[in-house]
């Protein structure tokens, strides 16, 4: 794991792939706890029995669920401990080209993108990408904006 302790070391990695962190196996265990987080039980992620009957041969993550995991994968890649405060400030081009069914394995990887002034410090973003072993598509592709307070 990389850890940027100053904006000038982020300034120099922009453009960076920075790697991807361990897989991890999506169960049905973590799908029903964000479904009752989120009060969202659609059969397609819960339903067991009717979502093999479904296009997917069985229960699916939420998209959301997928995305929410970014702050904990990207804790495996790379970590930015620079002086003041660090505030998750918004998302950018998020997209779900493919699901991730229950019992897959899926990683994310990292790549800096920009770090750019604004008024109460810099502006940092990630590009990440959700990948699922042994799929061409990505279940997720997706920017995070980080506001780096001075």
Request: aromatic content about 6%; hydrophobic content about 45%; proline content about 5%.
């Amino acid at each position: 794991m990389r850890t940027f302790t100053t904006t000038e070391e982020l300034e120099a990695a922009v453009g960076q792939d920075l790697g991807a962190t361990d897989w991890l196996e999506i169960d049905q265990g973590r799908v029903d706890l964000f479904a009752d987080a989120t009060d969202d039980h659609q059969r397609i992620h819960v339903d067991q029995e009717r979502a093999a009957d479904g296009p997917f041969g069985g229960t699916i993550a939420h998209g959301y669920l997928t995305l929410s995991l970014i702050p904990m994968l990207s804790s495996q890649i790379f970590a930015v401990d620079t002086p003041g405060a660090r505030l998750n400030y918004g998302l950018n081009k998020v997209r779900f080209p493919m699901p991730v069914r229950v019992g897959a394995r899926i990683r994310a990887r990292a790549t800096l993108v920009s770090l750019t002034d604004v008024p109460a410090g810099k502006q940092l973003t990630v590009a990440y990408t959700i990948e699922v072993e042994g799929e061409a598509k990505p279940a997720c592709v997706a920017e995070t904006v980080v506001l780096l307070l001075a």
